[in-house]
């Protein structure tokens, strides 16, 4: 052990990306402490990467404590769940009374929310974070989302701000602020996830438009995913995904995707969102049908059963249609708002139930830069919550409204040849669906109450006076049957 309390930081966990945050922080000119349980693992980075004046190896937890200036602050990268709770419980008696521990990991807000109570408890400080990125995010500057013991904020706000990814003119707007107590910034963390989740699946779905219902090629999917990102579309995901089409596999000479195998894996944070929102009583239909996506494509062997017995329509080729191409940009766009709508109206939801006070448009800044769903578009959603800091639904904002407005005909034009055509596009679908629904002051629900109240008792509300009230359905019914319908033609 060298320079004993001498760091400003102290990281457990040096996994990819532990290790990462562990040189963005020494490249930002911190000193920080890195210990890992499995000593090798700790000796390994300091020998090769972390060989630096300003990253201390430690052996033990005892010896990262006593390396680091107090108030100390502590950040695990490890992996979610009872080893976070089993850590917290050897480091807190080894920490002082103004001291922070960090949680860096995909926790579950609730698990935060806990965790803050009890670390707050003993006299210590608590902060999780969501960290937003990956592993190149955690190196170059990533989008960090730290709620928890407010005391706790600018302790850390120094070197979060530092090695956080910057946006803005100047390049200098850090996307790292407060969200807000106890989970709230796993919480946010989660929808941005889950609204990866829907954006991913809204891309795949354009993606197989345009290969089965407009017939491009990889090349050509590469030039239009190009242009799209000169577009409203600008962001890291359709950034990625045109690199995609253009990279051949060294093996076969094929292009890579073709030789992927079509079943998507999960971690598990999209679930989250999507079961947190039944709970809620918010729509996040997107997510919801983007993880059921991603189940119905893990049943590979089923669907290639199914395909020899199930029948569809002939999908046509329709060469290269640049009026489709641009229908489908259109739909994605108008799809991807719905998404963040519905992203910010559970987030509000949640806020409701936790008495959190969140900053949405700061939120949207803070997935500016840095993070997976990085975007242009993200800028006009915080200038939406900049001029309305209590929007009720994005769509409702001026600049969305027009925006939906305008790829009305697209939408629906896409999601119908979709239909007809045979190509599943779920979220494509469930998006418009919700537009549809959020649109219309009246729903059929009045008749699912009535059949509610048919069967079960469970009352209703009427539109003429205020109460609660039941029918004796069974009464008061009428024999049906012999009356002509009269058919009705509007032209």
């Not at 045109?242 to 292009?255: A, S």
């Amino acid at each position: 052990m060298n320079k004993p309390a001498s760091c400003d930081i102290g990281l457990i966990g040096l996994a990819v990306m532990g290790e990462n945050l562990a040189l963005n922080i020494a490249s930002r000119g911190y000193s920080i402490a890195v210990y890992n349980r499995t000593a090798t693992v700790t000796d390994a980075f300091t020998a090769h990467r972390g060989k630096q004046p300003n990253v201390v190896g430690c052996h033990s937890l005892e010896d990262l404590v006593a390396a680091i200036k107090t108030p100390r602050k502590v950040m695990m990268m490890v992996k979610a769940g009872p080893a976070v709770d089993d850590l917290i419980a050897h480091l807190t008696p080894l920490l002082s009374p103004g001291d922070v521990i960090i949680d860096g990991g995909n926790t579950l807000y609730s698990d935060t929310e806990r965790r803050t109570r009890e670390v707050e408890a003993s006299g210590l400080l608590y902060i999780g974070t969501g960290v937003s990125g990956g592993e190149e995010g955690a190196l170059k500057g990533p989008s960090l989302m730290p709620g928890g013991s407010r005391a706790g904020w600018p302790l850390v706000q120094p070197i979060f701000q530092a090695i956080s990814a910057k946006v803005g003119p100047q390049g200098d707007i850090p996307c790292c602020d407060w969200v807000g107590p106890r989970g709230a910034g796993h919480y946010v963390k989660m929808v941005h996830n889950g609204i990866e989740y829907g954006d991913m699946q809204l891309i795949c779905e354009a993606y197989w438009l345009l290969k089965h219902g407009a017939g491009l090629s990889n090349d050509q999917l590469a030039d239009v995913f190009n242009e799209w990102n000169k577009s409203e579309l600008d962001s890291y995901l359709i950034e990625i995904t045109r690199d995609i089409f253009t990279v051949r596999d060294p093996d076969t000479g094929n292009f890579m995707v073709d030789q992927i195998l079509d079943t998507a894996g999960a971690k598990g944070t999209g679930k989250w969102m999507s079961q947190l929102a039944l709970d809620l009583g918010s729509p996040s239909t997107l997510v919801t049908e983007a993880v059921y996506a991603r189940c119905l494509s893990a049943l590979k062997e089923a669907r290639v059963r199914a395909s020899q017995v199930l029948k569809g329509p002939d999908m046509p080729n329709r060469g290269n249609p640049s009026e489709f191409i641009e229908q489908v940009r259109q739909a994605l766009y108008a799809s991807k708002i719905a998404s963040y709508a519905q992203g910010y109206v559970q987030l509000a939801a949640a806020a409701k139930e936790h008495d959190w006070q969140l900053d949405y448009g700061s939120i949207a800044m803070l997935w500016r830069g840095g993070c997976i769903i990085r975007a242009q578009f993200l800028e006009r959603i915080a200038e939406a919550y900049r001029a309305d800091p209590d929007l009720e639904n994005l769509m409702l904002a001026p600049y969305f409204t027009a925006a939906l407005a305008k790829a009305q005909q697209p939408w629906r034009h896409v999601i119908a040849t979709a239909a007809t055509i045979g190509i599943p596009v779920p979220v494509f679908m469930t998006a418009l669906s919700y537009y549809d629904g959020y649109r219309h002051a009246s729903l059929p629900a009045n008749l699912l109450q009535a059949q509610r109240d048919y069967f079960g008792a469970h009352t209703y509300q009427r539109t003429d006076k205020a109460g609660t009230f039941h029918t004796e359905w069974l009464e008061l019914r009428t024999p049906v049957g012999g009356a002509k319908i009269a058919a009705k033609v509007s032209r």
